[in-house]
């Protein structure tokens, strides 16, 4: 069986294609950039509109493989943003109908711990899911993925691409933070905000913002103190989720987590505890369709050709889906 998956929830519009034996036929994106503002949801959706052909087709040249040769099409139902959320889902009821292929859809949060399973071979992990819109500190217990420690305000990598916007670096950001934060080793104090096993990055932000204000503090060294106190916090929530669950193993997920400082914290962390920490490669921590693909498979027995049925889920939570395949 090989199935063909489509992601659209926010920035990236992408077709992966992968066998049921979990071996990638393609991972073929096209992601919307904007050098001054964040993630504008009716420009993302545009951009999908306009590319989406061309990345199916490529996809399909990527797998040297037609449309008769796929089996299954699934696609990110949510969590996202609505407007790009329905292109992709749209794109795949277009091929679903007209190849008479039964349809998946997935949530996104759960894809990207799953390819991260299926690609680092790790086996019962806690994921530290750290991406734009999304962190969540994410355990398999009882037939579900729960939930045990998220942002109480902000999205981590959006918290991070807002100060990048601050001082005038553009999307995402980042990368560009990351490259800053490496010429300076000269802490600032900034808040330090964990709250149980949640965090919240909301007072951070403003503290930057008066920082950035003050003129008093290069770009560097505040790039620097973000990364080092944000990613301080994540790894402690890490830590204390893997002690709560008894877990040895960590996963790291999510478009942030290509960030080398952070790897770097929570290797250390997990070395002392005598745990193992499983880092995918950067194609997969992103927003990538492989993982939509790949989570189609897993949930093959949820597929249906009654397609009028399926919607979009903007605010399906990790925590609402029914884990059959495990
Ligand atoms: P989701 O829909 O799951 O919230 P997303 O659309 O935000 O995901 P991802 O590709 O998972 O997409 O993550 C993008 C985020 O990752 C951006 O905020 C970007 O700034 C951040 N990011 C990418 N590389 C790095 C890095 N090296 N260091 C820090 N953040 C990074
Ligand atoms: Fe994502």
């Known amino acids: 069986m090989i ?4 992601e659209s ?4 519009f992408g077709v992966g294609i992968i066998t049921e034996e979990g071996k990638p036929l393609a991972n073929v994106k096209d992601s919307y950039t904007s050098e001054k503002e964040g993630i504008h949801p009716t420009k ?3 951009h999908h509109i306009e590319v989406a052909d061309k990345v199916i087709k490529d996809a399909l040249t990527e797998a040297n493989l037609t449309l008769k040769d796929i089996d299954l099409i699934s696609f990110s139902q949510g969590p996202g943003l609505p407007p790009c959320l329905v292109v992709g889902m749209e794109k795949a009821k277009e091929l679903s109908k007209k190849h008479n292929l039964p349809l998946v859809g997935v949530n996104h949060c759960i894809a990207h711990l799953s390819i991260g399973e299926l690609t680092t071979g790790c086996k019962d992990p806690v994921l530290l899911y750290v991406s734009g819109a999304n962190t969540q500190i994410i355990a398999y217990e ?9 942002t109480l305000d902000m999205g981590i990598g959006n918290f991070i691409d807002s100060f990048a916007r601050l001082i005038g670096i553009g999307f995402p950001g980042g990368p560009k933070i990351q490259e800053l934060a490496e010429k300076t080793t000269n802490y600032i104090e900034l808040p330090y905000s964990v709250k149980g096993m949640d965090i919240s990055v909301g007072g951070i932000f403003t503290n930057l913002k008066n920082k950035v204000d003050s003129n008093n503090y ?3 060294e505040l790039s620097y103190s973000l990364q080092e106190t944000v990613f301080a916090m994540l790894t402690e929530v ?3 989720a893997m002690a709560h669950c008894q877990k040895n193993e960590l996963l790291l997920g999510g478009g942030v987590a290509c960030n080398t400082r952070l790897q770097e914290m929570t290797k250390i962390m ?5 745990a193992e920490c499983f880092i995918p490669s950067n194609g997969v921590l992103t927003d990538n369709a492989l993982m939509i693909a790949w989570q189609g498979i897993l ?3 949820k597929a249906s050709k009654h397609i009028e049925q399926i919607d979009i889920k903007p605010h399906w939570r990790t925590d609402q889906v029914n884990v059959n395949w495990k």
């Open 142 to 150: 009882g037939k579900k993925y729960r939930i045990f420690g998220e």
């Open 238 to 240: 890490a830590e204390r």
């Open 270 to 274: 997990c070395k002392d505890r005598k």
């Open 3 to 6: 199935c063909l998956g489509i």
């Open 218 to 220: 290069s770009n560097e």
């Open 299 to 301: 949930e093959k027995d």
């Open 44 to 46: 993302a959706k545009e």
């Open 9 to 12: 929830t926010a920035h990236t």
